[in-house]
């Protein structure tokens, strides 16, 4: 599956995730990880083989997918929708998206947003697609509410970007059968 989209910039590229992709995926939220609040990983955190073996499982699940965007002959953004682990919860996948350092507010998010949802409506297996998204990036809240996710709770102090500094999680929803 490749799609092609026109931003304000160059044509952007969505394809399925590769293994060899893991190096370019984990050294961006790395990058990104070092401004407190964006993710809740640490940069140390972050290693390539465990990219690498989440692209590996979701090439051919059924109720997984996992997407890169791709411009100028190089990876500006990815997004995956992992499914949970139990029987009874596997028509729920978590919703990961990330734009690359330098791509933010570029269109690459709602280029990887729209064609992870359209995977998700074609899935037989996925029902709903949840998130986390820190109370402080109205940005990325934004964008969620534009393709419709709605607020379903917030953990308070969830994530501790300090001693003594917090941020809410704000969990959110889209159901797409």
Do not use: C
Not at 33 to 48: D, M, R, W, Y
Not at 63 to 90: Q, S, T, W
């Amino acid at each position: 599956m490749r799609y092609r989209f026109r931003m304000h910039d160059p044509e952007l590229t969505i394809r399925s995730a590769q293994v060899e992709d893991a190096p370019a995926l984990a050294q961006a939220e790395r990058a990104i990880a070092e401004t407190p609040g964006l993710l809740v990983s640490q940069p140390h955190e972050l290693v390539h083989e465990r990219f690498a073996q989440k692209i590996a499982a979701l090439a051919h699940a059924d109720n997984g997918r996992y997407l890169v965007a791709e411009a100028e002959g190089r990876i500006v953004g990815h997004g995956l929708l992992d499914p949970l682990a139990l029987a009874a919860v596997r028509h729920v996948v978590h919703l990961t998206l990330v734009a690359h350092p330098g791509w933010q507010g570029r269109g690459v998010g709602g280029a990887l947003l729209g064609s992870l949802i359209a995977w998700a409506k074609s899935a037989p297996a996925v029902e709903k697609i949840e998130l986390h998204v820190r109370s402080s990036n109205a940005r990325a809240q934004a964008l969620y509410r534009k393709f419709g996710f709605t607020e379903m709770g917030r953990w308070r102090r969830r994530v501790k970007v300090a001693p003594g500094q917090y941020l809410d999680d704000v969990a959110m929803e889209l159901f797409v059968s």
